[in-house]
Nanobody, 126 residues
Framework: QVHMVESGGGSVQAGGSLRLSCSAS????????MAWYRQAPGKQREGVAS????????YYADFAEGRFTISQDNAKNMLYLQMNSLKPEDTAMYYC???????????????????WGQGIQVTVSS
């Protein structure tokens, strides 16, 4: 089993930055791939970024490319999402996810990650 807890969300004005953190525990073989998803009210959940814990390879959705950075600290079992130049349309619940299946980007795009955190709210005001 894998357990994950997000932190670091909150409210920020457009153009600002936030860093989300995800503390992960449990079987490391089940969390080869780590990812961030988001879901805005009335919209479908969408993948934001993924990371392969072994190689460090990353993938970003088009809207995240150049503004968001996914990273890890394996020693601390932490996953991060640095979000810069935030826009009101980035307002959503953000979820940390984990899965054992790679390539991580393909699993991200299918939306089939096995393990999920409870989510954390990010609100960007104009």
């Amino acid at each position: 089993q894998v357990h994950m807890v997000e932190s670091g969300g909150g409210s920020v004005q457009a153009g600002g930055s936030l860093r989300l953190s995800c503390s992960a525990s449990g079987d490391t073989r089940s969390r080869i791939c780590m990812a961030w998803y988001r879901q805005a009210p009335g919209k479908q959940r969408e993948g934001v970024a993924s990371l392969h814990r072994g190689s460090g390879a990353t993938y970003y959705a088009d809207f995240a490319e150049g503004r968001f950075t996914i990273s890890q600290d394996n020693a601390k079992n932490m996953l991060y999402l640095q979000m810069n130049s935030l826009k009101p349309e980035d307002t959503a619940m953000y979820y940390c996810a984990a899965d054992q299946r790679s390539p991580c980007a393909a699993t991200l795009l299918r939306g089939t990650y096995n393990y999920w955190g409870q989510g954390i709210q990010v609100t960007v005001s104009s």
